[in-house]
């Protein structure tokens, strides 16, 4: 599966960039509809919790604190993609 439009399989950092992209271009409606069907609530409230604990701990400034969440986030939803779309690696 290639979501460039090339009939060859994407690498893994390939497959990174298309879904950063394509997260950027969603919708926050979209965004939520989204998580809600591939990241379990538990797990959005660890990545909460733990980028509050991590923020306070190195004395992170706003900016930072917000993104570190939504980083992981992405880093989660990256490995999701991952599993559905590549083959395994031998």
């Not at 690498?11 to 998580?35: G, I, Y």
Request: no cysteine; proline share 3%.
């Amino acid at each position: 599966m290639s979501f460039s439009g090339s009939s060859e399989r994407l690498t893994r950092e390939e497959l990174a960039w298309e879904l950063a992209e394509l997260f950027d271009d969603l919708s926050l409606d979209n965004v939520n509809e989204m998580l809600a069907k591939n990241v379990p609530l538990e797990t959005l409230r660890f990545f909460a919790s733990y980028a509050e604990d991590f923020s306070d701990v190195h004395e992170l400034g706003e900016r930072p604190r917000r993104r570190i969440a939504n980083l992981m986030v992405l880093g989660y939803l990256l490995k999701v993609v991952e599993d559905r779309v590549l083959e395994p690696e031998e």
